[in-house]
Structures are given as structure tokens and as C-alpha cells.
Antibody
Framework: EVQLVESGGGLVPPGGSLRLSCTAS????????MNWVRQAPGKGLEWVSY???????SYADSVKGRFAISRDNARNSLFLQMSSLTDEDTAVYYC???????????????WGQGTLVTVSS | QSALTQPASVSGSPGQSITISCTGT?????????VSWYQQHPGKAPKLMIY???IRPSGVSNRFSGSKSGNTASLTISGLQAEDEADYYC???????????FGTGTKVTVL
């Protein structure tokens, strides 16, 4: 089955760091642009970060300078390194597949089940 | 980057049609034909329902349709069914400092 599986969420104190992982199955992430999207409890979706198949990265203003997206094509995995966390970063974090490489478009056609990050003392 | 504006809630009876609006600016919805729509049931991951304003992915019911006029996109659900009760979000590429933006979300209730 084609799927994305996130891991790495948990409870972290304010100011702390956490690294999320997303492993893809039955497709190669090297052929796609990949994204992280988050959803605070009871709130809407918020796009967080993007990495193209060529390695170009982009971030939401709310996380710029604190979060870093990366990918390991050999491990078929996507990562999100989060630092200087605040309670506003508390959310379910979803890994989402974007468009195929070299395609000019914007949508997310495959989502993981999400991993919960709770920032609290 | 401000979220795209959607109505908080929309309701309809089974069999009826409803329309959800998604209002942005010329920097996002109005500037690109890259509007997509997502359905999210409670506790579940979002599901792509429409992309490129009006294209349905394989497997999505033809009761779902999308359109756009100026800075406002719309999702119409015809023949409303109980299973359509969920939250719906629009999304667009944006030329702002961020790359992408979502709508505020709309809760659809089937009466």
C-alpha cells in the first residue's frame, strides 16, 4: 500500500527540540515534492514547510529560523527538525506528498496519519 | 501570510446541494489555478477532493465539483449524503513569503 508514516512526536518542554520523521512506502520520495502540515488541537490546517525533489526548501513565517526540513532519499524518508519550541507549536504534524518532480502545481495527494507534538512544561 | 477565508459552517439536508466558498487575494487564489480542496473527518488525516480548481482525483465522487471566479474559489457538494459530514479546507499556492496557504475550514453538517 502506498503510504506515509510519521514518527517522533511527543511531549517537549518550551524551548526544547524535537525531530519528526516520515517514511514512505511503495513510492520513491525522490520523485516528489514533500511537505509538512500541522493542525493545532481544534484548529485548522497550517502549511509548515516544503522541500522540492531538487532540495529547494520553504517555510511558513511562523516557523522560519526554528524548523528545518530535510530528506534522505536513500532511506525514503522526510524529516522536520524543530527547535525553540513554544506552546503555539503544539499540534498534530502531518507529512504530505506534493506534486511530482518537475510539475508546476500545488496540492497534497497523500497524507500520513500524523504525529502529535505537545509543547508543555 | 493570512489564511484564506471560508465560512465556519454550512449545512444541508440529504440530497440537497451546498457550496463552500474560499476567498483569498490576487497573490493566491486569484493568481493561480492551483486551488485544492480537502475533506477531513474527525480524528482522520485530510483527503484530497479537488485539485487545480476543478479536477477530481481518481476515486472521488462526481458529486464534488470545484470552480473559481476572481479571488474566490468554491466547492459544491451535490446530492448531499450523511458521509459528507466533515470539515473541508481549501488551499492555494501563494506568492507571499510562504509557499502555500490553507483556508480557515468549513464544518459541513448534514441535517
Amino acid at each position: 500500500e502506498v503510504q506515509l508514516v510519521e514518527s517522533g512526536g511527543g511531549l517537549v518542554p518550551p524551548g526544547g527540540s524535537l525531530r519528526l520523521s516520515c517514511t514512505a512506502s511503495r513510492f520513491n520520495i525522490i520523485n516528489y515534492n514533500m511537505n509538512w502540515v500541522r493542525q493545532a488541537p481544534g484548529k485548522g490546517l497550517e502549511w509548515v514547510s516544503y522541500i522540492s525533489s531538487a532540495g529547494t526548501m520553504s517555510y511558513a513565517d511562523s516557523v522560519k529560523g526554528r524548523f528545518a526540513i530535510s530528506r534522505d532519499n536513500a532511506r525514503n524518508s522526510l524529516f522536520l527538525q524543530m527547535s525553540s519550541l513554544t506552546d503555539e507549536d503544539t499540534a498534530v504534524y502531518y507529512c504530505a506528498r506534493g506534486v511530482p518532480a518537475d510539475i508546476s502545481d500545488w496540492y497534497f495527494d497523500l497524507w500520513g496519519q500524523g504525529t502529535l507534538v505537545t509543547v508543555s512544561s | 501570510q493570512s489564511a484564506l477565508t471560508q465560512p465556519a459552517s454550512v449545512s444541508g439536508s440529504p440530497g440537497q446541494s451546498i457550496t463552500i466558498s474560499c476567498t483569498g487575494t490576487s497573490s493566491d487564489v486569484g493568481g493561480y489555478n492551483y486551488v485544492s480542496w480537502y475533506q477531513q473527518h474527525p480524528g482522520k488525516a485530510p483527503k484530497l477532493m479537488i485539485y487545480d480548481v476543478s479536477i477530481r482525483p481518481s476515486g472521488v465522487s462526481n458529486r464534488f465539483s470545484g470552480s473559481k471566479s476572481g479571488n474566490t474559489a468554491s466547492l459544491t457538494i451535490s446530492g448531499l449524503q450523511a458521509e459528507d459530514e466533515a470539515d473541508y479546507y481549501c488551499s492555494s499556492l501563494t506568492s507571499s513569503s510562504a509557499l502555500g496557504v490553507f483556508g480557515t475550514g468549513t464544518k459541513v453538517t448534514v441535517l
